[in-house]
């Protein structure tokens, strides 16, 4: 599915907001899992210096340090770490399977109060694939 291309029109409250399918980003390489949220307008996902952390994000020039203004999700699930010595808020992807996520639904703003903590930049809701048509091992 592109995502991008899917009407929008009465489910989308903003343009701040959209989704995006899993063809959008299926096309190009990923070095870094982080890479999955830079298919949302305006993201940045880049390496940060030093091993062992996460990526360090920015959205619309404004810096997320370590994804703790940005919340996300799988199927619901917050991501984000809530107790963390790096920064309370630390977003770290890497645990998850990019050929597994089916869609990125985006928000970006602080404008929606059920994106819980974390959202003071935006928010993200990967969703993952029921089931395969076919084996990726």
């Known amino acids: ?21 899993y063809a959008d980003f299926s096309t190009r390489p990923l070095s870094r899992v982080g890479e999955l949220l830079e298919v949302i307008p305006g993201m940045v996902a880049t390496q ?7 990526n360090q994000y920015f959205l619309r020039g ?7 203004d ?6 619901g699930m917050p991501i984000n770490q809530r ?13 998850l399977i990019p050929e597994l996520v089916s869609t990125v639904q985006f928000r970006r703003g602080p404008y929606y109060a059920d994106s819980q903590d974390f ?9 993952i694939y029921d089931r395969l048509d076919t084996g990726f091992v």
């Open 1 to 21: 599915m592109w995502g991008r291309s899917e009407g929008q029109k009465g489910t989308a409250l903003s343009a701040s907001e959209g989704l995006v399918g």
């Open 48 to 54: 940060h210096s030093g091993e062992g952390k996460a």
């Open 62 to 68: 404004m810096n997320l340090d370590h994804g703790t």
């Open 70 to 75: 940005f919340a996300a999700f799988i199927e």
């Open 83 to 95: 107790s963390h010595a790096h920064g309370q808020g630390y977003l770290d992807l890497n645990f």
């Open 119 to 127: 959202s003071t930049a935006g928010s993200s809701e990967f969703s």
